[in-house]
């Protein structure tokens, strides 16, 4: 999509500085280059999302900053809006951070590099006095989500949808107890194309898509991190499976930072996260193989949206039961135990 001429004017911008930045499953999002390279992300945001989350961006990434970390900051329009509404959609920009981004861990160095990132954030963030502005209701509402699914299923709808959300949802019936936790800070989807890393020496550098801010536990911050890690194939492969080597560099890169701001029951929560959102994220992917309507998909590998989210279901589900199949090993290593 291009974007609007009065969008790119109210940051002082011309339309040819700005080209599509492919990737996002969300956000519409573009790269504005100046002279000597790209100088800002400009992002249509998704409905879901309202405007006040830049506001919480802003506050978040200032602390960030003050604690010496790199992050994207707010960049305001000419005439200082945090955002500018254009056709009834809402459009901001945020600073430029060189890095690279990669959809699956290439090493266990770089899981061991990503946790360690993902720690300094968490350490950064714990003395953060931030009330937010916006909040996704019941975005790990498991329950939730599940009754969704299966009032989908009840509805009817094509055969093949049907049966693997059936399958989904007997599935789920074996995942464990959620404890009760405290609420953190956290960033919310901290899948392994949400980390920018550099290098020589390799490193994480800053964490991007800082949409989902906002307070949440553990388990669900590093259950979905490492759901996303330890599947190499990624998350549109036929054949995944949980790679139990992936999961323990990248916990021993956070606890490296991070571990004496956990509790040992947060620890063993994460191991409980994880294999609860492989099933909960399958669900929602499932729900929009039937309803067709909120996930992006790419249509160079899959002819239709509806196509792109069965296959995503379907790798998500194998991937929660591989992990149900290690759960002994998970909890060993988040635990600190020597896994077999």
């Excluded at 502005?133 to 949808?161: I, M, S, Y």
Aim: aromatic share 6%; with cysteine.
């Amino acid at each position: 999509m291009s974007v609007p001429d009065a969008v790119a004017a109210a940051w002082g911008w011309q339309a040819v500085q700005i080209e599509p930045l492919a990737g996002g499953l969300i956000n519409a999002t573009h790269v504005v280059s100046g002279a000597e390279g790209p100088i800002a992300v400009l992002q249509r945001l998704h409905p879901v999302f309202g405007a006040e989350v830049n506001l919480d961006i802003d506050a978040v990434t200032a602390h960030l900053a003050s604690h010496g970390l790199e992050t994207p900051r707010l960049v305001r329009t000419r005439d200082e809006r945090a955002w500018i509404e254009d056709d009834g959609r809402i459009w901001r920009a945020l600073t430029w951070v060189d890095g690279e981004s990669v959809h699956t861990v290439p090493a266990l160095d770089w899981a061991e590099a990503g946790g360690a990132l993902v720690g300094r954030f968490h350490r950064a963030v714990a003395d953060l006095k931030h009330e937010y502005r916006f909040a996704r209701a019941g975005v790990h509402d498991t329950p939730a989500h599940l009754a969704k699914l299966a009032d989908r299923v009840a509805g009817g709808g094509e055969r093949e949808v049907i049966d693997l959300a059936r399958e989904i949802l007997a599935s789920s019936e074996g995942l464990p107890v959620m404890p009760e936790l405290p609420l953190r800070h956290i960033h919310g989807d901290l899948k392994i194309s949400n980390l920018l890393f550099r290098r020589y020496p390799l490193r994480g550098a800053c964490l991007v898509d800082l949409d989902t801010l906002g307070r949440g536990t553990m388990a669900f911050e590093l259950g979905d991190a490492m759901r996303s890690w330890c599947n190499p194939h990624g998350e549109d492969a036929a054949d995944v499976r949980f790679e139990l080597p992936i999961f323990a560099a990248a916990i021993s890169g956070f606890r490296a930072v991070a571990d004496s701001l956990m509790t040992r029951e947060e620890c063993s929560s994460i191991a409980v996260g994880l294999e609860t959102v492989c099933l909960e994220l399958a669900a929602r992917f499932a729900v929009d193989a039937f309803d067709d309507r909120y996930f992006g998909w790419n249509p160079a590998r899959f002819p239709t949206r509806r196509a792109h989210n069965l296959a995503r279901a379907r790798g998500q589900l194998a991937l929660g039961l591989d992990v149900r199949a290690s759960r002994a090993d998970v909890m060993d290593v988040v635990l600190g135990r020597n896994a077999s």
